[in-house]
């Protein structure tokens, strides 16, 4: 019997295990994931493996149709979801089969998100909106106050602070939401269509600020259908179908 | 920390939507007052009726007095009931082990005269057990003593209202008063009696119309031989309030043994006061449970607008959970803007209460007394209340997926 046959090199076909270096080498390390919704006769499919590594320091964009699977694969590198299947290392912690709680503490510590939406807390004022995450990792006060607007400092918005949402323009919002990311110096920064409720100027602006961000060694991923802003970031990831286009990476 | 920034945010929370605020608001208020209201009413309530029994003879006190054998009989001992005698206070001060003190009181109508002023006033025949036994004591000069019963003296001891209404502001100490005839001797005045319900009326000023001479010489000067001497009724004093059923029994028996029949009856002031509060009790509880209903109903306010309110701002739970709120804080977090409202309406509730309890009191007549006690009851209920009907929306929020939360328009 030839060897092809054996038992020993159909194990083989499948991936080994990540050695420790890489595990801890890598800040995202994501195999086979998988994501199905509404398991049954209606089973859909939003991610059909994904196989994704980003490292330290990378400004990567997630690229692709609506319906493609990017929003999915968004909130489980978000830590908003968990995968069906497969293994999600963020820097060295395997959170695919975390509780609830221990993923509320890895998005509190290691994650900040910044949303097409803003999604500020409208009847606070945007220092209390920086705040936010602080007070959920039971930071006190003081410092919650002096960090919060060292953050809002980075994004240009320190004499905004006893303001509220509401007063503030769009793009202002949206800076103040990425204060609020960054207010936690969080290992990854994920932004889900940030200029999708900008006009083009102001848009261009905050993609300005990312830039300088990732200048700066941040670690972010942006979640786009602009080509163009796509274009700016180091790195495209191309999600068709469920899966990661490889044509499309290494254009 | 994180519970003090949650009372900042509900606070704020209760500014921001005053209108719906007020709402749950008023339910509690009203469950809290009413609760406010039934407790002061029934602790003054049951304090003044104590109070009043102290003044007024004490709860050890036992009354003993006639009874109507009842039907037509031929029955020879019955026939021959003249019902309380003197000899039978003798009897139970001998023999009865639950009693250390008898009175028997012999009241008679007469004409009683001191200068110009003559009326026909109730005398009381006593012994001195009498003051002891009702806490009724003089004010100035003496009591009857022993010594004027054996020598069956003409001496007189005055209530304040007769001893006004004869002497005026005159000293009646030492002056000579005439009753039915014969000249007394004012040897002493009462102290005056005064207890009132509602600041208005002296529900004890009969006690302070009472004259008082001993009663052997009531007994003489009815040509009555002492010990087959008729009296009206007799005091008893119980040595031990818990035995209360014994003593009365006990006196029934050596009653009956020296009667033969059941011409007497026996009352103990434990006994009433122990049937008066099984009335208030009563009371109290329909009371009780008209606060828990208004506080259920502010409750389930308090649960729907908490629920109409959380599906305004699923939106910002999701914001909170996507930058790392756990279930638990997001859940310790919608409870305390629950209780604080309930607490708010608690503390409303109070002065509410207040309010309920004046016009009650004013209505009614009756006393009421807010203790700190009863603030403390109503505070403990509304927050409770709003801990109990805060948690359904507190758990709902906590268990929302952020994904959908932040998908929600």
């Given at each position: 019997m030839s060897a092809v046959f054996k038992f020993e090199n159909w194990r083989a076909a499948e991936p080994a295990p990540p050695s420790a270096e890489m595990v801890h080498k890598a800040l995202i390390q994501l195999e086979r994931v998988t994501k199905t919704y509404d398991s049954g006769e209606n089973a859909v499919q939003a991610l059909a493996g994904i196989d994704l590594k980003i490292d330290r320091g990378e400004f990567v964009s997630i690229i692709g149709p609506s319906g493609s699977g990017k929003s999915t694969l968004m909130h489980i590198l978000g830590c908003l979801d968990s995968p069906s299947e497969g293994r999600y290392w963020l820097d060295g912690e395997d959170v695919a089969a975390m509780s609830g709680k221990s993923l509320a503490r890895i998005r509190n510590q290691k994650l900040g998100f910044v949303f097409q939406t803003f999604n500020l807390l409208p009847r606070a004022?945007?220092?209390?909106?920086?705040?936010?995450?602080?007070?959920?990792?039971?930071?006190?006060?003081?410092?919650?106050?002096q960090r919060a607007l060292e953050a809002l400092d980075r994004?240009?918005?320190?004499?905004?602070?006893?303001?509220?949402?509401?007063?503030?323009?769009?793009?202002?919002?949206?800076?103040?939401?990425?204060?609020?990311?960054?207010?936690?110096?969080?290992?990854?920064?994920?932004?889900?269509?940030?200029?999708?409720?900008?006009d083009q100027k102001t848009g261009n602006d905050i993609i300005k600020l990312f830039e300088e961000l990732a200048a700066n060694n941040q670690t972010i991923i942006l979640v786009t259908h602009d080509p163009g802003i796509a274009a700016r970031t180091y790195r495209r990831v191309r999600i068709v179908d469920g899966l990661i286009d490889d044509g499309d990476e290494f254009e | 920390?994180?519970?003090?920034?949650?009372?900042?945010?509900?606070?704020?929370?209760?500014?921001?939507?005053?209108?719906?605020?007020?709402?749950?608001?008023?339910?509690?208020?009203?469950?809290?007052?009413?609760i406010v209201a039934t407790f002061s009413l029934s602790v003054a309530g049951k304090e003044a009726s104590m109070k009043f029994y102290r003044l007024s003879g004490g709860i050890e006190r036992i009354w003993i007095g006639d009874k109507e054998t009842g039907k037509i009989?031929?029955?020879?001992?019955?026939?021959?009931?003249?019902?309380?005698?003197?000899?039978?206070?003798?009897?139970?001060?001998?023999?009865?082990?639950?009693?250390?003190?008898?009175?028997?009181?012999?009241?008679?109508?007469?004409?009683?005269?001191?200068?110009?002023?003559?009326?026909?006033?109730?005398?009381?025949?006593?012994?001195?057990a009498y003051s002891p036994i009702s806490f009724f004591k003089v004010e100035h000069g003496r009591f009857i003593t022993d010594q004027d019963l054996t020598s069956a003296a003409r001496v007189v001891v005055l209530g304040t209202t007769r001893a006004q209404e004869f002497f005026g502001s005159e000293n009646p100490v030492g002056k000579t008063m005439t009753i039915n005839g014969s000249g007394y001797l004012v040897v002493g005045v009462m102290e005056e009696k005064y207890f009132s319900f509602d600041q208005k009326r002296n529900a004890l000023r009969w006690m302070n119309r009472f004259i008082y001479i001993p009663i052997t010489t009531m007994m003489t000067r009815n040509g009555q031989p002492l010990q087959q001497?008729?009296?009206?009724?007799?005091?008893?004093?119980?040595?031990?309030?818990?035995?209360?059923?014994?003593?009365?029994?006990?006196?029934?028996?050596?009653?009956?043994?020296?009667?033969?029949?059941?011409?007497?009856?026996?009352?103990?002031r434990v006994a009433n006061l122990a049937r008066n509060e099984s009335e208030n009790k009563m009371y109290d509880v329909t009371f009780m449970i008209c606060g828990i209903i208004s506080l259920l109903v502010g409750g389930i306010v308090i649960m729907n607008i908490q629920l109409a309110s959380f599906n305004e701002r699923v939106r910002e739970i999701g914001t909170r959970k996507a930058v790392g709120a756990t279930p638990m804080q997001i859940f310790f977090q919608m409870l305390t803007e629950s209780v604080i409202v309930s607490v708010l309406g608690g503390i409303l509730g109070i002065f509410a209460g207040k309010f309920f309890t004046q016009g009650i009191s004013m209505l009614t007549r009756n006393p009421a007394i807010i203790t700190p006690g009863v603030i403390m009851n109503a505070l403990i209920f509304a927050a409770g209340t709003g801990l109990i009907f805060g948690m359904y929306p507190a758990i709902r929020a906590s268990r929302l997926n952020p994904i959908e939360a932040l998908r929600t328009e």
């Open positions: 004022t945007v220092w209390k909106n920086v705040e936010l995450p602080l007070l959920y990792a039971g930071i006190d006060g003081d410092e919650r106050k994004v240009g918005l320190k004499n905004r602070a006893k303001h509220r949402p509401n007063e503030l323009s769009g793009g202002q919002r949206q800076r103040v939401a990425i204060a609020r990311a960054l207010v936690n110096t969080p290992s990854l920064l994920l932004a889900d269509e940030p200029t999708g409720n900008l | 920390m994180l519970i003090l920034e949650a009372i900042i945010d509900g606070i704020r929370d209760i500014k921001d939507h005053f209108g719906r605020t007020l709402l749950q608001l008023f339910g509690i208020i009203l469950g809290a007052g009413s009989t031929l029955d020879a001992k019955a026939l021959a009931s003249k019902g309380l005698t003197y000899s039978d206070a003798v009897a139970i001060r001998k023999e009865a082990k639950e009693i250390d003190l008898v009175s028997p009181v012999s009241e008679q109508g007469m004409v009683v005269r001191y200068g110009t002023i003559e009326k026909s006033r109730s005398i009381m025949g006593v012994t001195p001497g008729k009296i009206s009724f007799m005091h008893a004093r119980m040595k031990d309030i818990d035995r209360h059923k014994e003593a009365v029994a006990e006196i029934e028996r050596i009653l009956f043994r020296q009667h033969g029949v059941k011409d007497y009856q026996v009352f103990s």
